[in-house]
């Protein structure tokens, strides 16, 4: 295997030393799967640099977890090519990739304690005894579970289970760390210790991380980088501040809480600034994509970029439906005098029937062409 | 509910277990400790002091243990390759569970035909010049462990089944990504989950095996290799009329395997028993 350059990586190559100066580079060359004539995943291309958390986000079915798969070794490719450190793996069997994986059923052995779970891919791997116990003490140190060594995981809150599995996967002291929707089983609250333990561990051991997720929170708190995907096609590829601030398409921006997706005809161009109209009100956006006058598009804004006044005189003026309490902010529906509802967050006070005057920022209304919307 | 009523309701179950498994038991009981002659434990004195009567709890267990043993041993291989999508496990499924409906009588019948000296079995090995004279297969000690266990197989393969698919199939994907082959995943991850079913997969099948009687008779050496300790009880009750000897055997019988079974659920309970799932999900 030489070192040959990436051919049609999605990714510039960045700021990467020679390859295997630092483990744990991973490449993957239009990998596809297709399961009996259904494409689940198409053609993707993604270069991760060593020691990188990468975040495959996208609603179920969206083939961010067959993605995983196949980096796993679980699932095989139909076509394309995986390389770790510049070694062809794709022809690998899971179970000598040498990763590490954590489950969104956690997947522990029910049979075995937490100690002898976190041990078991030490035992399989002939590691000396020795050496096993004390990697097995610092992976439960790790996860703060050391006080729970002896318990079976049915005496374990969900919580812990996971950690036991995260000790699990770190202990081999793996190339690359695959996790499967760790979090989704948690209650919100454990939810978000978790994650904050997650970057942590990620923060001090810099393991080159690939995490699948449903949930953009999670998704934007944890990632150097997040891929998000629909039915198996990459829709964007970006730091979380990237995506968050300019979604690539405007199914992106629905999944980035865009909430606001408007209908919209476009009425002129100049430039980035593009003039819009809907349902009777004409409103100033940011063109992303190519738009031209007459055509229809979507126009998105995040609730938390309207601003709302009580007293005020502008073109959108609406009446309060609905008023949600969300702590330090209040969530409110609004139908214009037109009809149009936005849904927008404000420091308040408001109240159901009061009259109102939003202002949206051009800068912070996107307009997509409408094909990156009903793209199948 | 009140203990009234829970009385009520097991009433039905109480009578007919009292009916027609408690007073025949201690009927027996009775029976075997008033025998004909000599004193309450003459029938066992007799019994255990006779070699060919003793040889017959030998045959029973050399009958019972390997069909039990073996019916597991195929059993679960076949199921954890049911697990994985084996092609056409249905009708495999569907034509190892058939012989459930048979009754051992129908088995021996057609093991009787088809094993005869111009029996298919024969006429296909000598059509084949792979035998010059027909093969003695039937009444053979093999003919009889083949007979109980084409009756015991299903139960066990069945019961098998049922313990596999419900281990969460999570747990072997964990496995393979810690570094374990397939061999590893299952010495290590599937074998300890199977193993209270393994246990109680044994259990019904020796249970089954040990109460061996038409097939013995029909299939076997009723006088030799297969005279089993349900011939002995049966050659005493109603071919010497003797029921006080016979219920002695029968007692004999039902002590031992309750002993079997015993230490199988002993060593049951030492095994992890709980849900094989890897957690909530």
Redesign the interface.
């Known amino acids: 295997m030489t070192g040959a350059p990436p051919q049609g990586a999605a990714q510039p190559a960045g700021p990467q030393g020679p390859a295997g100066a630092r483990p744990g580079a991973l490449e993957l060359r239009g990998i596809t799967k297709r399961y009996a004539g259904v494409t689940a995943l198409d053609a993707f291309d993604l270069t991760v640099q060593p020691g990188e958390f990468i975040t495959f986000l996208g609603p179920s079915g969206c083939g961010k977890t067959t993605a995983l798969n196949c980096v796993?070794?679980?699932v095989g490719l139909t076509a394309g090519e995986i390389r770790l450190d510049d070694r062809r793996i794709d022809g690998v069997?899971?179970?000598?990739?040498?990763?590490?994986?954590v489950?969104?059923?956690?997947?522990?052995?029910?049979?075995l304690t937490a100690w002898q779970n976190v041990a078991?891919?030490l035992?399989?791997?002939r590691v000396s005894r020795d050496d096993a116990r004390r990697r097995t003490e610092a992976a439960l140190a790790l996860v703060q579970l050391e006080q729970h060594a002896q318990k079976?995981?049915?005496q374990l809150s969900?919580g812990q289970?996971?950690r036991v599995?995260i000790a699990?996967?770190l202990v081999?002291e793996p190339r690359l760390l695959?996790m499967d929707e760790p979090l989704s089983?948690l209650d919100t609250k454990l939810r978000g210790e978790l994650r904050t333990e997650i970057k942590r561990l990620h923060q001090r051991l810099g393991l080159t991380t690939i995490y699948v997720t449903h949930d953009q929170a999670e998704a934007l708190s944890l990632s150097d980088r997040l891929v998000v995907m629909r039915n198996g096609r990459v829709e964007q590829i970006g730091t979380p501040a990237e995506v968050h601030a300019a979604p690539a398409t405007a199914f992106v921006a629905d999944f980035m809480g865009y909430r606001n997706l408007v209908p919209v005809d476009v009425v002129g161009v100049d430039g980035d600034v593009t003039e819009v109209r809907a349902s009777g009100l004409t409103l100033r956006g940011t063109a992303v994509g190519a738009l031209r006058a007459g055509a229809p598009a979507v126009a998105a804004v995040r609730p938390q970029d309207i601003v709302c006044r009580r007293e005020g005189t502008g073109a959108l003026r609406g009446r309060v439906d609905v008023v949600e309490f969300g702590g330090d902010t209040l969530a409110a529906d609004i139908v214009l005098d037109g009809g149009q509802r936005f849904y927008a967050v404000t420091p308040g006070p408001l109240a159901p029937g009061d009259v109102v005057a939003l202002e949206i920022p051009p800068a912070r209304l996107l307009v997509y062409p409408v094909e990156s919307a009903s793209r199948p | 509910m009140s203990g009234r009523r829970v009385l009520m309701l097991s009433l039905p179950a109480t009578l007919f277990l009292l009916a027609a498994f408690v007073y025949p038991f201690l009927y027996g009981v009775f029976l075997s400790v008033t025998p004909r002659t000599g004193g309450p434990l003459g029938n066992y004195q007799a019994f255990f002091g006779d070699e060919f009567q003793r040889a017959s709890i030998g045959n029973t267990f050399a009958l019972a243990l390997p069909a039990a043993i073996l019916c597991v041993a195929l059993a679960v291989p076949l199921a954890y390759a049911m697990r994985h999508g084996l092609r056409g496990g249905r009708v495999l499924t569907a034509l190892l569970v058939v012989p459930v409906t048979l009754g051992p009588v129908f088995i021996a019948d057609a093991m009787l035909f088809y094993f005869g000296p111009v029996g298919w079995f024969n006429r296909a090995l000598e059509a084949l010049h792979l035998a010059a004279a027909p093969i003695r297969v039937l009444h053979t000690y093999g003919a009889v462990l083949l007979a109980i266990m084409l009756t015991a197989f299903p139960f066990a393969f069945l019961l098998m089944l049922g313990y596999v698919s419900g281990i969460?199939p999570?747990?072997e994907?964990?496995?393979?990504?810690?570094?374990?082959?397939r061999w590893?995943t299952f010495r290590?991850?599937l074998l300890?989950?199977m193993a209270p079913g393994i246990a109680t997969s044994f259990a019904l099948t020796f249970v089954l095996a040990f109460g061996v009687f038409p097939s013995a008779v029909l299939l076997g050496e009723p006088g030799g290799s297969t005279r089993v300790l349900s011939i002995a009880a049966f050659q005493a009750a109603y071919e010497k009329f003797d029921f006080s000897a016979g219920s002695a055997i029968a007692l004999v019988m039902g002590a031992l395997q309750l002993a079997v079974i015993g230490l199988v659920f002993a060593l049951r309970a030492r095994l992890?028993a709980?849900?094989?799932?890897?957690?909530?999900?």
Do not use: C, I, W
């Open positions: 796993s070794g679980l069997p899971p179970e000598r990739r040498g990763f590490g994986m489950f969104q059923n956690y997947a522990l052995f029910p049979h078991f891919g035992e399989v791997r079976h995981p049915g969900g289970q996971q599995a699990r996967a081999v695959l089983n | 969460d999570a747990l994907r964990a496995a393979h990504t810690l570094g374990a082959g590893q290590r991850v300890p989950l992890y709980g849900p094989a799932r890897g957690g909530k999900g």
